[in-house]
Antibody
C-alpha cells in the first residue's frame, strides 16, 4: 500500500522559513516523479513543485519560484520542500503527491504575524 | 499557463441519478486530463487519468470522455459518498493546473 506521510507544518511569521518532509513507503520511490501541491483554506488546488526521479529536473509554479526548493533523497525514500520568505498567501495545507495519483493527508502551514 | 474551467459550479442531484460534469482547457492538453474527488477535510482522491482510465479501486459508475480541450466526467448513479467537490486537472504542460471545482450536492 502506498503511504505518503507529510510533516513539518506549523505557524510561522511572514518572511520566515519552514521545511516540509514527506516519508514515502509501499512503492519504489526512485521510480516516480514526485510533487508538492497545496490548498489554501476554503480554496481550490494548486500544484506547487515537481521533481524528476533522479532530481535532475525541478519545476515550480511562478508564485513560489526563488522562494521554495524541492528536493529528494532516494536512499531514504523522502521528499522535501524548503520554503523561505514565506508570505501570508502561502497559508495552505501542503500535500505530497506521487505522479498524479496518490496524495498524502497533508500538513498545514499557517503564515501569520 | 493553461486555464481549466469547470461547469457548473454546483450541481444538485438526487441519489441514484446521473451527474454530468464538464471541464474545458484553454489550450489543447491531449488526453493528459485527470479527475479528482475531494470530500470535506480529506485529501483529493484520483478518479480518472488519461481522460478516461479509472484509477485503481474506482467503481465503474465513474466514466470520463473527451480529448483536446473538452472533457466530461459522468457519474452514472450517484451514491451518498459521491456528494463532494470534483476537480479536473491537466498534466500536459507545466504548471499543472486545476479547474475551480464542481460541488455535487444532494437535491
Amino acid at each position: 500500500e502506498v503511504q505518503l506521510v507529510e510533516s513539518g507544518g506549523g505557524v510561522v511569521q511572514p518572511g520566515g522559513s519552514l521545511r516540509l518532509s514527506c516519508a514515502a513507503s509501499g512503492f519504489t520511490f526512485r521510480n516516480y516523479w514526485m510533487s508538492w501541491a497545496r490548498q489554501a483554506p476554503g480554496k481550490g488546488l494548486e500544484w506547487v513543485a515537481l521533481i524528476k526521479q533522479d532530481g535532475s529536473q525541478k519545476y515550480y509554479v511562478d508564485s513560489v519560484k526563488g522562494r521554495f526548493a524541492i528536493s529528494r533523497d532516494n536512499a531514504k525514500n523522502s521528499l522535501s520542500l524548503q520554503m523561505d520568505s514565506l508570505r501570508v498567501d502561502d497559508t495552505a495545507v501542503y500535500y505530497c503527491v506521487r505522479g498524479p495519483g496518490d496524495w498524502g493527508q497533508g500538513t498545514l502551514v499557517t503564515v501569520s504575524s | 499557463e493553461i486555464e481549466m474551467t469547470q461547469s457548473p459550479a454546483t450541481l444538485s442531484v438526487s441519489p441514484g441519478e446521473r451527474a454530468t460534469l464538464s471541464c474545458g482547457a484553454s489550450q489543447n492538453v491531449s488526453d493528459k486530463l485527470a479527475w479528482y474527488q475531494q470530500r470535506p477535510g480529506r485529501a483529493p482522491r484520483l478518479l480518472l487519468y488519461g481522460a478516461s482510465t479509472r484509477a485503481k479501486g474506482i467503481p465503474a459508475r465513474f466514466s470520463g470522455s473527451g480529448s483536446g480541450t473538452e472533457f466530461t466526467l459522468t457519474i452514472s448513479s450517484l451514491q451518498s459518498e459521491d456528494f463532494a467537490v470534483h476537480y479536473c486537472q491537466q498534466y500536459n504542460n507545466w504548471p499543472y493546473t486545476f479547474g475551480q471545482g464542481t460541488k455535487v450536492e444532494i437535491k
